[in-house]
């Protein structure tokens, strides 16, 4: 990839290495932070080199007669004005200059805008506008005409206020192991922003756990059920649980979009789910969901940056298989310390989902001792 931002730009923090010196890089970072049990072999999974984003945020810079996107300096000094991402996708990439523009020209879409989001799917894109001022009836028309240029979906956010055009959220199709499967994906909710990776995860998982017998699958922080649809064909059932409404709402739509019947979602946090197959308390959001009649023989968590807590560690521990993704080395080594007291690590796998960046999201899968 080249960019002319390289350097300056804080968001490529590996700039100054090529693709392969970046793998290498971060192959040896792995071996040397999970050195602490034997790993013969740390699968990779590389990227696109460019216009793999399919989701980006920028700040917006103003001066006197223009504006322009904007990112953090790599020396912290402030914003950095910039004119293209090569990082996002293509359909971003295009879009960005020609929407600038439309937003230059028209001072009720320009005046107090302070940050423009992208995300894109395979056919559409839906773009965000933040801003620090009401939105009114003004704003909406000048945005209809703006979303309509551009054949787009556009979302305006101001302080407890959305005001979309043409809709919240994209219609993505991944394809995993010959099959295609379909997601609508919200404005605001979180969806891994590497399509192409992101089908190999799957898929990766997929075919990691062929071979252990399997029953039924208990999955943690599911989303809007990016993993929970296509592994749910390769075992009885499936229980997926999430706290956000707006996500538990995405996969159950999702799930009927697939016809993927054996599922079913709950929002409860890992907390809450630990206590009710514990016994310890009963949730109303559990009323229509028999808890045990399940025959859990995988978990599949897929965290956020600060891992799993301590309570959440000891249950994932009662299960025979583990899948887990994560997306913090740091979180990662220190849960599986504790994990390999139990469970061994079979597979170990780096998805490069943020090429010139030092983020590394990784896969383990663990077997009972």
């Given at each position: 990839?080249i960019?002319?931002?390289f ?23 792995i ?16 990227s ?56 230059e ?37 000048a ?13 305006g ?8 055009v ?35 995860m799957?898929?990766?998982?997929s075919?990691g ?16 059920g ?6 749910s ?11 956000s ?75 025979k ?44 899968i663990?077997?009972?001792?």
């Amino acid at each position: 990839m080249i960019c002319e931002y390289f350097g300056k730009c804080g968001s490529c923090t590996l700039y100054n290495l090529n693709y392969e010196e970046q793998k290498r890089f971060k192959i040896d970072y792995i071996k040397e932070t999970f050195n602490f049990f034997e790993m013969e072999k740390f699968e990779w999974f590389s990227s696109a080199k460019e216009h793999y984003r399919s989701r980006a945020e920028f700040m917006v810079y103003h001066n006197e007669k223009n504006i322009s996107y904007a990112m953090h300096s790599l020396d912290k000094s402030g914003k950095l004005p910039i004119a293209n991402c090569p990082k996002t996708d293509k359909k971003i990439s295009d879009l960005m200059p020609k929407l600038l523009t439309c937003i230059e020209k028209n001072d009720i879409l320009r005046k107090n805008l302070f940050g423009i989001e992208f995300l894109s799917s395979t056919d559409e894109i839906l773009v965000t506008l933040l801003y620090h001022k009401k939105l009114d009836n003004l704003w909406e028309s000048a945005a209809a005409k703006c979303a309509q240029t551009f054949d787009i979906k556009l979302i305006g956010r101001s302080k407890n206020v959305k005001v979309h055009v043409g809709g919240d959220f994209v219609k993505e199709r991944l394809h995993v192991r010959g099959k295609e499967y379909f997601y609508n994906i919200y404005e605001g909710s979180f969806s891994q922003p590497n399509r192409s990776v992101n089908e190999r995860m799957i898929e990766w998982i997929s075919l990691g756990i062929l071979d252990a017998p399997r029953a039924d699958l208990l999955e943690l922080y599911c989303g809007h059920g990016n993993f929970t649809i296509p592994l749910s064909s390769l075992f009885r059932n499936a229980l997926a649980t999430e706290i956000s409404k707006t996500s538990i709402s995405a996969a159950k739509q999702n799930a009927k979009l697939n016809d993927a019947q054996n599922i079913e979602f709950a929002r409860l946090s890992a907390e809450e789910l630990t206590e009710a197959l514990e016994g310890k308390r009963e949730f109303k959001r559990l009323k229509n969901i028999e808890l045990f009649s399940y025959d859990f023989t995988h978990i599949l968590i897929d965290p956020p940056r600060a891992g799993l807590d301590v309570a959440s560690r000891e249950f994932v521990k009662k299960f025979k298989n583990i899948i887990y993704i994560s997306c913090n080395p740091e979180t990662l080594k220190r849960d599986l310390i504790e994990l390999t007291k139990t469970h061994k690590v079979t597979r170990f796998a780096l998805f490069d989902q943020f090429p010139y960046t030092r983020h590394i999201e990784s896969g383990v899968i663990l077997k009972e001792l």
